[in-house]
């Protein structure tokens, strides 16, 4: 949705629409969207509203999706609308926080396929490494911004959160856990080499059943390569 919204508003033409149709509305969505200019009485819940009717109806191409494997689609977002949205919305940090390692912690997530099987036990043994924990579902747009834009090295579980990446400072080291059959996953690797961060993948092949999913297990290894 961003990047589309961002090409909109580089053409100043955000003001000649008079509804925008989002994929969720919700309080990131909402907050990001108002620095835009676009108003919540603006937005159609596409969750709520399956179909819509008006008298034009305006639609963006998908700016980086067109063909091949699905995962190596991600290399091609314009590098050109990454640093424009992070231009645009680091002026909007909110509170500072004093963490310069931070681990994204996923357990309230309501999306089971990335999940720690052992996130207690590695959150206790970060925090004796000075990690700073953050479940972002309680931040809003404004402090995830400033936390990103803070901290000097950044882990978690691969997922929608480490877009935050693009608010990070130049040579910020970004440590993305992925099971080792998603390794073809390059969303967040091609953010971080937009922005000139030091990306890495963690490949993870060790899983726990948990009621009717599967957990990612994580090892003493893992302490070794966060450094």
């Known amino acids: 949705l961003l990047p589309k919204i961002e090409i909109i ?9 008079d509804y925008f149709f989002v994929p969720i509305i919700n309080h990131y969505i909402i907050d990001t969207l108002k620095i835009y200019g676009i108003r919540e009485n603006q937005l159609i819940d596409s969750q709520k509203y399956k179909h819509i009717k008006a008298d034009k109806i ?30 645009k919305l680091l002026k909007y940090k909110g509170k500072k926080f004093n963490f310069n390692k931070i681990f994204i912690d996923r357990s309230d997530s309501k999306f089971t396929h990335y999940q720690l ?83 890495k993948k963690i490949l993870i092949n060790k899983f726990s059943d948990y009621k009717s999913h599967r957990q990612l297990l994580l090892d003493n290894n893992f302490f070794k390569i966060i450094k």
């Open 9 to 17: 508003n580089n053409q100043k033409k955000i003001n000649q629409f």
């Open 58 to 87: 305006f639609f963006l191409e998908n700016i980086y999706l067109k063909s091949g494997k699905f995962q190596k689609q991600f290399e091609n977002i314009p590098k050109n609308i990454t640093k424009s949205i992070r231009k």
């Open 117 to 199: 099987h052992n996130n207690n036990e590695i959150i206790k043994k970060l925090k004796k490494k000075k990690f700073g924990i953050f479940k972002l579902s309680r931040l809003n747009v404004f402090d995830q911004i400033s936390l990103f834009n803070s901290a000097k090295l950044v882990v978690g579980l691969h997922g929608a959160g480490f877009a935050n990446v693009m608010f990070c400072k130049k040579n910020t080291k970004i440590y993305e856990i992925l099971k080792k059959s998603d390794k073809e996953m390059n969303l967040t690797k091609t953010i971080c080499k937009h922005i000139g961060l030091k990306y």
